[in-house]
Structure formats: C-alpha cells, structure tokens
C-alpha cells in the first residue's frame, strides 16, 4: 500500500497533489456528490451507460474546475474574492464643497 504525504509542516494549510486548503474540500465534496448521484441515477433505473458517460464528464469537469480555480486565485483566493463582494462599489462623500475646499483649521 502506497503511502502519501498530505501536509508539508507546522502551520501550513493542507495540501494534496497541487490543491491547497479549500479546494481539497470542494474537490472531496464534488467527487462525493458525484458517486451519490451515480447511484441515484442507476437505482432510479436510468440506463447503465448513459449513468457511467455523465459520471465520467461530470467528474472531468469538476476536476478541471477545481485545479484551474486553484491555479487562478491561490490559496486564498475565493475567500478573497467573494469577500470583495461586500466592499462599496464608491463612497459617498456628503460635505458641501466650500467645505472640502477650505479644509481643517
């Protein structure tokens, strides 16, 4: 049995073939979500084949998306990114401008 090294140090997020931190999540989560609805579908009665092409198209995608949004945004990336969602678009300054103007004394 192979055995494979999962964190590198003390205080360093957890990374695994490439996938740091939250993408390792979303990447265990995507493939157990596709396996339950692999067999949700061939329970239902669906044919065998059509279930075993969208389980393999459906887990090739996940698996692009998750290592390109790794690629892209980094660590911290989608943190970051939905945080900026709730940043002011622009400020709204309500002084009259003489008084922009003059300053403080």
């Not at 590198?8 to 989560?29: C, H």
């Not at 009665?45 to 290592?67: E, M, P, R």
């Not at 939905?82 to 009259?96: D, E, F, G, M």
Request: charged share 15%; proline share 1%.
């Amino acid at each position: 049995m192979s055995e494979y090294q999962i964190n590198k140090g003390i205080g360093r997020s957890v990374e695994y073939k490439g996938l740091k931190a939250q993408y390792l999540f979303i990447f265990t989560g995507g493939l157990l979500a596709m396996f339950v609805v692999f067999v949700i579908m061939y329970i239902v009665g669906i044919s065998q084949w059509f279930c075993i092409g969208f389980g393999v198209i459906a887990t090739s995608i996940l698996v692009w998306l998750t290592f390109h949004l790794n690629a892209k945004y980094g660590e911290h990336g989608l943190m970051k990114l939905s945080a900026s969602k709730y940043h002011p678009r622009y400020i709204i300054n309500r002084l009259r401008i003489t008084r922009l103007i003059k300053g403080r004394k």
